[in-house]
């Protein structure tokens, strides 16, 4: 005869004989009984303390203070706590060098590019710090950016999360899907800690910043305390949600899908590519000769077409055509080698539209002589360079046989090492020098309101040239001008470096 033996007690018998259990076994299961209160002890002392460090340094170094050196410090705050918890897989020198040279622009001037970088830096470093040394550098970079894409996405996490928790719980009592057990629910703290905390201050800076919406929420909340402690208190919430999974996330990668192009060829093969050239280059001739018989050798334009015309209509079309000829010379270049004529065709090709690149820089100067310097065609000049530079990259490439990894790598430093330049550089002053010195017929043809737009650091050329120039000065009183006024500096928490050289 067989016999049923039962492991275990039925869920909804433990559930309702809880009176059968001892003060003894009480006490014993008691973490069991109290999944919080487990949680809460297996959390280390030294981490609580750190991130309690953190918060009261937050709240030193923002609250009701605007942003600068601060930022900086509270970084290095960040990965001193990091450092502080003994979870370091390896020396701290390189990963504090990266974090500090994130902090130079920020400590340059704070904006958006300069946030980025010291993000970046920061995230780098700590990614370094998981990781022992000699691992790949494929894995540290996956590392940091699976850090940064959560950093990114904070503000807006907690609205997605609302809805896919809603639909969650309608699956929960459905009995779709089981319910999370005490794993499951560690590491969702662990995932939305970043983007709810991040939130919160965002909601904190919204409330300080917006007296309506703080009078509608101290309608909303009944309690007692002042809406400026309700305030500070979402303040520290966000900071410490902020901070925490930038201590405690584990050194996980993201695996970015590969594109295979098996089979995708468009026709490129040997011979399509010797033809291409050969009409490609043929056009392209055509192009530089007459761009140099107008704008080096005075050539007569269209009749009824300025030089700025000419220029606007130019500038921009021919630096994407150059683009479109990288693209080209990429596909290109794995039949080089395949006819003799190949590879000086391409490499005529890439000179041409090297040649283009400069084209269309002439072309925007004498757009801007016209109308004036403005940030976007700031940019744009940069823009123009880097293409030229990225296309003698890929002539190197192609004439020394290096492979696409090759590339990739050095232009992506390229387009980096622009961007961390150009945190450096005060391009309000530069475009507000050259708008306010060119030569004109008269001041009306001064764009004086996009000047004044340019904000408080281009205060010292604006003031510069008004002493010098009575008609300037005449315009710019007239109107309510940024660029009048200084910035200013309160203190040391929002001291930069660009704002005290426009104060000296």
Same mark, same amino acid.
């Given at each position: ?361 002439? #072309? ?133 470096? #660009? ?6």
């Amino acid at each position: 005869m067989d016999i049923l033996t039962l492991r275990g007690v039925p869920r909804a018998l433990a559930r309702d004989g809880w009176w059968l259990m001892s003060e003894t076994t009480a006490e014993d299961g008691g973490a069991a009984g109290s999944p919080a209160k487990a949680m809460l002890e297996r959390v280390p002392r030294r981490l609580v303390l750190v991130l309690l460090a953190l918060v009261v340094l937050a709240d030193f170094l923002f609250w009701q203070e605007n942003a600068g050196l601060s930022l900086a410090l509270f970084a290095f705050a960040v990965l001193a706590g990091f450092l502080a918890l003994g979870q370091a897989r390896r020396d701290w020198k390189l990963p504090v060098f990266l974090c500090f040279l994130g902090a130079l622009p920020v400590i340059e001037h704070v904006q958006m590019l300069s946030i980025a970088f010291l993000m970046a830096g920061l995230l780098a470093a700590l990614a370094l710090l998981r990781w022992p040394l000699g691992t790949a550098a494929g894995v540290l970079a996956g590392q940091g950016v699976r850090l940064y894409l959560g950093l990114m996405g904070a503000p807006f996490a907690p609205l997605v999360a609302g809805f896919m928790a809603l639909a969650r719980v309608g699956q929960i009592d459905a009995g779709m899907i089981p319910r999370p057990d005490r794993g499951v629910l560690k590491a969702l703290f662990r995932n939305w800690a970043m983007p709810v905390g991040g939130g919160l201050i965002l909601l904190s800076l919204m409330i300080e910043a917006n007296p309506v919406l703080e009078l509608r929420l101290s309608q909303v909340l009944t309690f007692e305390p002042s809406e400026e402690v309700i305030v500070r208190l979402v303040f520290w919430t966000g900071v410490a949600l902020f901070v925490w999974p930038l201590l405690t996330a584990g050194p996980k990668t993201v695996t970015l899908p590969r594109w295979q192009g098996a089979g995708l060829n468009l026709g490129v093969n040997p011979g399509s590519v010797l033809r291409a050239l050969w009409v490609f280059n043929g056009l392209l001739g055509v192009q530089t000769v007459m761009d140099l018989n107008i704008l080096v050798g005075g050539g007569s334009l269209p009749e009824g077409m300025s030089y700025a015309e000419y220029a606007h209509r130019g500038a921009y079309p021919l630096v994407l055509t150059a683009m479109l000829a990288g693209v080209f010379a990429l596909m290109a270049r794995p039949f080089a080698r395949e006819h003799k004529a190949l590879m000086p065709l391409l490499m005529l090709w890439l000179a041409q539209n090297v040649a283009l690149c400069a084209s269309s820089a002439l #072309r925007l100067e004498l757009y801007v002589e016209a109308y004036g310097l403005t940030y976007l065609r700031l940019h744009a000049m940069i823009w123009m360079a880097l293409v030229a530079v990225g296309l003698g990259l890929i002539g190197w490439q192609i004439v020394n046989r290096r492979d696409n990894a090759w590339l990739r790598v050095r232009l992506l430093v390229l387009g980096l090492a622009t961007l961390y330049g150009a945190c450096f550089v005060n391009f309000a002053e530069i475009v507000a020098r050259q708008q306010l010195t060119r030569e004109v017929a008269s001041v009306e043809q001064i764009d004086i309101r996009y000047v004044c737009d340019l904000g408080e650091m281009a205060s010292r050329v604006v003031t510069e040239i008004r002493m010098r120039d009575d008609a300037i000065d005449s315009e710019i009183s007239y109107l309510y001008c940024e660029a009048r006024h200084a910035p200013e500096i309160d203190g040391w928490r929002d001291w930069t470096f #660009r704002a005290w050289r426009v104060l000296q």
